[in-house]
């Protein structure tokens, strides 16, 4: 099997939307076999938790502290976690023994790289008894530890993804619009660079909810008939995070929706799916060449109106926009699978952080290992 496992990787993203389950066979170097994948959605009222998790945590300055409703809601989303791994197993015929390994995000919480603390919640040991299967976990704070920005880590991932793109022009940019928009550069040559490239949807789910009680502006529509106000879409793209030279990894509160009275409801949805598309290509702007190909993964490439806006801005420098599945990917699979990938990469003790993805000083491995059978002699496996 040259080193080849199958893993299971959990997402729990910043949109707060559900667990994403995927499969992947690989060797967690160029061997990837994508599997099948599951979304569990949140009810309203766990997601209502999880928000409360977020305010929870923002006095935070030591990453193990677990202050207000934390310590009971990491044990809830694990234990929601090991349902999906339950419920993606039963639906596959699978049992827990013929997975070598579950790559666990869990929830970030808090994420402030200059001050060194990346907070994500989830119970590694705790998912590995109740799976019976091994954990690796919190696999952002070593490459943190070691001068990087802890985020993001998919890159590693869409480099072996793009070793089977044959036809795409280069350079190639896959870009994530999940809460939070991440990109990762493929070079001519293969070289890699990534950072994170904006908000994603999460100011468009705050404005919809506040304004029309609905969490997501399904495929844009709210957005398509609504005008752009350029002046508060500059007031968004003037930020320094987008003028600086240095990037930097992002944390959901780091761009606030605007006021009630800023907009009516369908010119600020269309103003920040506009933001949504034209902060990618400001980001996009600080890579040393003008990417070819742009792949779009993340809910946002369900969002008609950044897509169509994201179209005409790359145009204009010859490029072209698919989305995951015109690449041959899945679109809402990707960071899952990406999860279960530098699982994979973590139990071989291979870099799963570069000095071109996250600004760590050198390429470290990361991850920490919850073994199933120390834990349980009795589990499953
Ligand atoms: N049909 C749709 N139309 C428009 N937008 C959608 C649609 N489906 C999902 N979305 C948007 O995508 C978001 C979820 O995207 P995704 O699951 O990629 O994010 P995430 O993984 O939670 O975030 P991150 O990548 O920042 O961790 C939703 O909150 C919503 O805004
Ligand atoms: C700290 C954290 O959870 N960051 C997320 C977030 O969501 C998108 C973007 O910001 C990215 O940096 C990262 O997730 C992806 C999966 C990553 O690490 O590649």
Same mark, same amino acid.
């Given at each position: 099997?040259?080193?080849?496992?199958?893993? =299971?990787? $959990?997402? %729990?993203?910043?949109?707060?939307?559900?667990?994403?389950?995927?499969?992947?066979?690989?060797?967690?170097?160029? @061997?990837?076999?994508?599997?099948?994948? $599951?979304?569990?959605?949140? #009810?309203?009222? @766990?997601?209502?938790?999880? &928000?409360?998790? $977020?305010? #929870?945590?923002?006095?935070m300055t030591e990453r193990s502290a677990r202050p207000g409703c934390l310590a009971e809601l990491e044990h809830d989303l694990t234990l929601r976690h090991?349902?999906?791994? &339950?419920? @993606?197993?039963?639906a596959h015929n699978l049992s827990a023994g013929e997975i070598d390994? =579950?790559? +666990?995000?869990?929830?970030?919480?808090?994420?402030r790289p200059d001050q060194r603390l990346t907070v994500q919640i989830g119970d590694g040991a705790l998912l590995a008894r109740e799976t019976g299967i091994d954990v690796v976990h919190d696999m952002r704070a070593n490459d943190m530890a070691h001068g990087g920005q802890g985020a993001p880590l998919v890159p590693a991932y869409h480099a072996a993804l793009a070793a089977s793109l044959k036809q795409a022009a280069r350079p190639i940019c896959f870009v994530n619009i999940g809460g939070i928009s991440n990109l990762t550069y493929i070079g001519a040559e293969g070289e =890699?660079?990534? @950072?994170?490239?904006?908000?994603g949807n999460a100011l468009i789910d705050q404005w919809v909810e506040?304004?029309?009680?609905?969490?997501?502006d399904q495929g844009g529509r709210i957005a398509s008939e609504g005008q752009v106000l350029m002046d508060l879409a500059e007031r968004y793209l003037d930020h320094p995070f987008f003028t600086t030279d240095q990037r930097r990894s992002l944390d959901r509160s780091d761009f606030r929706p605007p006021q009630s009275d800023e907009a009516g409801l369908h010119d600020g949805a269309r103003t920040l799916a506009y933001v949504t598309a034209a902060a990618i290509l400001r980001s996009a702007g600080h890579l040393p060449h003008a990417p070819q190909t742009y792949i779009i993964s993340g809910g946002g490439r369900l969002n008609r109106t950044i897509m169509a806006d994201l179209t005409e801005i790359a145009a204009r420098s010859g490029a072209t926009?698919?989305?995951?599945?015109?690449?041959? +990917? #899945?679109?809402? !699979?990707?960071?899952?699978?990406?999860?279960?990938?530098?699982?994979?990469? %973590? $139990? &071989?003790?291979?870099?799963?952080? +570069?000095?071109?993805?996250?600004?760590? &000083? !050198?390429?470290?491995a990361g991850g920490v290992l919850a073994r199933a059978e120390?834990? %349980?002699p009795s589990a499953a496996k």
């Open positions: 099997m040259g080193g080849r496992m199958r893993a =299971i990787g $959990l997402m %729990s993203g910043t949109s707060m939307d559900g667990i994403d389950v995927a499969m992947l066979e690989t060797d967690g170097e160029s @061997f990837v076999e994508r599997g099948p994948f $599951l979304i569990i959605p949140y #009810d309203p009222a @766990f997601r209502d938790r999880l &928000k409360q998790g $977020l305010e #929870d945590a923002r006095t090991a349902g999906a791994v &339950k419920a @993606f197993l039963g390994v =579950i790559g +666990f995000h869990g929830q970030t919480v808090l994420h =890699i660079l990534a @950072f994170d490239s904006g908000p506040v304004n029309a009680g609905v969490p997501f926009v698919l989305t995951a599945e015109e690449a041959g +990917f #899945d679109g809402d !699979a990707t960071e899952a699978e990406a999860w279960a990938y530098l699982a994979v990469r %973590s $139990l &071989k003790r291979l870099p799963l952080t +570069f000095p071109g993805t996250t600004g760590v &000083k !050198a390429p470290v120390a834990l %349980s």
